[in-house]
T-cell receptor
Framework: DAGVIQSPRHEVTEMGQEVTLRCKPI?????LFWYRQTMMRGLELLIY????????DSGMPEDRFSAKMPNASFSTLKIQPSEPRDSAVYFC????????????FGDGTRLSIL | KQEVTQIPAALSVPEGENLVLNCSFT??????LQWFRQDPGKGLTSLLL?????REQTSGRLNASLDKSSGRSTLYIAASQPGDSATYLC??????????FGRGTSLIVHP
């Protein structure tokens, strides 16, 4: 099992550019989560999907953020336009169910917006 | 809204010490409490998951306890080693089953 795979590992871009983060969950996991981690706010849940359907996006900070899951093996988190305050580490996690099932995290994408 | 607090925020100890990391949560109506480990530049790795009906879970040198009524959990690390150096996060899952994470305890075990 390859685990949760995220790409890119690092992204540096200028303010105003579009940023797309990618995630491949573990095969067979029905739930996929996107988190953001910063020193100031810790680990925040942005959105999660069940069977490719977005269930709760109340953590998405602004309309500049959007997430999709076109199929069970792929999800994207897009920021357009990006701003310096979006700089953070973005994690994707998956799990087979939510009741008493630990989440499996990817290694994250470190995003820097200049 | 569930809030999870971890104390201390940072801890530095010599190798061999037994450690206790603390986690408190405001809403005792949880389904489970999880402990994770995060190494620098890496994602979180699940260490232990305690279901609401359980009092503790053990894995090797790690033991986690849960007291729902008081809103507390502790992670006990026996005979600490330099390889235990990492950030440890706890997370409480409530009605939506989605975990709320604490800010973590950064642990350094020096030889």
């Amino acid at each position: 099992d390859a685990g949760v795979i995220q790409s890119p590992r690092h992204e540096v871009t200028e303010m105003g550019q579009e940023v797309t983060l990618r995630c491949k969950p573990i095969s067979g996991h029905d739930y996929l989560f996107w988190y953001r981690q910063t020193m100031m706010r810790g680990l925040e849940l942005l959105i999660y999907f069940n069977n490719n359907v977005p269930i709760d996006d109340s953590g998405m900070p602004e309309d500049r953020f959007s997430a999709k899951m076109p199929n069970a093996s792929f999800s994207t988190l897009k920021i357009q336009p990006s701003e310096p305050r979006d700089s953070a580490v973005y994690f994707c996690a998956s799990c087979p169910g939510t009741v008493n099932q630990p989440q499996h995290f990817g290694d994250g994408t470190r995003l820097s917006i200049l | 809204k569930q809030e999870v607090t971890q104390i201390p925020a940072a801890l530095s100890v010599p190798e061999g010490e037994n450690l206790v990391l603390n986690c408190s949560f405001t809403d005792s109506a949880i389904y489970n409490l999880q402990w994770f480990r995060q190494d620098p530049g890496k994602g979180l790795t699940s260490l232990l998951l305690i279901q609401s009906s359980q009092r503790e879970q053990t894995s090797g040198r790690l033991n986690a306890s849960l007291d729902k009524s008081s809103g507390r959990s502790t992670l006990y690390i026996a005979a600490s080693q330099p390889g235990d150096s990492a950030t440890y996060l706890c997370a409480a899952s409530g009605g939506s089953y989605i975990p709320t994470f604490g800010r973590g305890t950064s642990l350094i075990v020096h030889p």
